[in-house]
């Protein structure tokens, strides 16, 4: 216990965990926008627009996340230089919005991805029943696909946001003071305590997914029996 609490205290984990949640959260906010508007382009009747958005999903979905969140950071935020926050803002800030948008866009096609998934469970016949009442393209998606489409897309979505949470640490690779930075203290200057930091950790990344996961599969189960 006293070994615990040495290491609670010691290298502020609990503070590394709100870097994390405030990454997640932000994250989830952003990649759920931007999926849901190339979604949109991946069903339209455009041809222009859902070749935009295949390209979106084949760049971003087989980019590696580290590398595309270090690609930021290196090649355009210190290269350029570019600062999104302003000169005067802290520079963990900075680090900050970078490691967000790396995740932001590379989750954002695994959440368009969910969401196109949905759309398939939709029976054809709603949408042509919203043509024949009058509805164009975007009022027939937002008022009759989507509500119905979004039932279908819970369990991946639930997944997706799972593995955003995790993800998070890949922030570590431009230095956000999250969980891994944490780690890498822990193991630094007390070695002898490896399997409890690890141990740390890992239930603590248990306690921020654990919730999500239970919420997406209620969801999805009560709605699929209203179904």
């Known amino acids: 216990m006293d070994d615990l609490i040495e290491v609670l205290t010691r290298f502020d984990v609990l503070q590394a965990f ?3 949640i405030q990454l997640a959260v932000t994250t989830i906010i952003g990649s759920s926008i931007l999926g849901l508007v190339i979604a949109v382009m991946r069903v339209s009747p455009s041809s222009a627009m859902r070749a935009i958005g295949s390209i979106y ?4 979905r087989n980019t590696p996340l580290t590398f595309l969140v270090v690609l930021l950071y290196v090649g355009i935020a210190i290269t350029v230089p570019v600062y999104p926050l302003g000169r005067m803002a802290p520079l963990a800030w900075n680090i900050f919005f970078w490691a967000w948008l790396g995740l932001t866009l590379y989750h954002a096609a695994y ?9 398939n ?3 054809l016949g709603q949408a042509e029943a919203a043509r024949a009442i009058g509805l164009s393209f975007v009022p ?6 989507l509500p119905q ?22 922030a570590a690779a431009i230095g956000v003071a999250g969980p891994s930075v944490s780690l890498a203290g822990m193991i ?5 305590l490896g399997i409890v930091s690890f141990l740390i950790i890992a239930v603590g990344f248990v306690i921020l997914t654990l919730p999500v996961g239970y919420l997406f599969t209620s969801l999805s189960q009560r709605l699929a029996v209203r179904r």
């Open 18 to 20: 709100w870097v994390t």
């Open 57 to 60: 999903i084949f760049l971003f």
């Open 111 to 119: 959440i368009c991805e969910a969401l196109r998934s949905g759309v």
């Open 121 to 123: 469970t939709v029976d």
């Open 140 to 145: 027939s998606l937002v008022q009759v696909i």
């Open 149 to 170: 489409a979004l039932r279908g897309a819970l369990a991946p979505l639930g997944n997706a946001m799972v593995a955003l949470i995790k993800n998070t640490t890949v």
């Open 188 to 192: 630094e200057f007390r070695p002898d």
